[in-house]
Nanobody, 125 residues
Framework: QVQLAESGGGSVQVGGSLRLSCAVS?????????MGWFRQAPDKEREGVGG????????YYADSVKGRFTISRDNAKNTVYLQMNSLKPEDTAMYYC?????????????????WGQGTQVTVSS
């Protein structure tokens, strides 16, 4: 009964910040498994943004967001976060939380087994 629920999306101006949250339940963490954040813009494929693996000891980022986005985990709250700073119009997309990825392919869509319903992020110029 794995359930993922995203929240925190919205509209922001260029250069602004947003913090997305993913509430996680029913999922068993392991050293080789990952939580991930993906995004999908209209008419584009879903792409990996960030991965959190090995209970949070390892993190991975797409080149397009490196230095601007940070993925983290609060174990006590069973929540995974994506802090997004210095937002650009090209960051506009539906953002999805995912679970079950593996540490060898932390940003690969096909490696993940469970998905949330998504939360919209819109960055206006």
């Amino acid at each position: 009964q794995v359930q993922l629920a995203e929240s925190g999306g919205g509209s922001v101006q260029v250069g602004g910040s947003l913090r997305l949250s993913c509430a996680v339940s029913g999922y068993t963490y392991a050293s080789t498994k990952c939580m991930g954040w993906f995004r999908q813009a209209p008419d584009k494929e879903r792409e990996g943004v960030g991965g959190l693996c090995n209970y949070g000891l390892s993190t991975y980022y797409a080149d397009s967001v490196k230095g601007r986005f940070t993925i983290s985990r609060d174990n006590a709250k069973n929540t995974v976060y994506l802090q997004m700073n210095s937002l650009k119009p090209e960051d506009t997309a539906m953002y999805y939380c995912a679970a079950g990825g593996n540490i060898w392919r932390p940003l690969v869509r096909e490696a993940y087994d469970y998905w949330g319903q998504g939360t919209q992020v819109t960055v206006s110029s």
